[in-house]
Nanobody, 117 residues
Framework: QVQLVESGGGLVQPGGSLRLSCAAS????????MGWYRQAPGKQRELVAK???????NYADSVKGRFTISRDNAKNTVYLQMDNLKPEDTASYYC????WGSGPQYWGQGTQVTVSS
């Protein structure tokens, strides 16, 4: 059973930073495209950022220039560095793994990010 475990969420003031981590286990990590999604109350889940098996990056327009996704294949971990956080970034953030970029996918349990003064 694939496991994706997120950590690093919390409460931060506007303009602050957080770093999310997602540790994957029971998968061959290098075969998966990895991504971060978020879902705010009453809204659909949306893609925040993605890093492919080959290292290509993709960001939602709303986070470009503020968020950075990266992966460490040696540690089976994907990160999301979030800077200059805004209240509208408040959501539950979910880690996603997609085999070969289009195959079976898996989700973490989510971690809450709240941006508020």
């Amino acid at each position: 059973q694939v496991q994706l475990v997120e950590s690093g969420g919390g409460l931060v003031q506007p303009g602050g930073s957080l770093r999310l981590s997602c540790a994957a286990s029971r998968i061959t990590f290098t075969l998966y495209d990895m991504g971060w999604y978020r879902q705010a109350p009453g809204k659909q889940r949306e893609l925040v950022a993605k890093v492919t098996r080959g290292g290509s990056l993709n960001y939602a327009d709303s986070v470009k220039g503020r968020f950075t996704i990266s992966r460490d294949n040696a540690k089976n971990t994907v990160y999301l560095q979030m800077d200059n956080l805004k209240p509208e970034d408040t959501a539950s953030y979910y880690c996603n793994a997609v085999l070969w970029g289009s195959g079976p996918q898996y989700w973490g349990q989510g971690t809450q990010v709240t941006v508020s003064s």
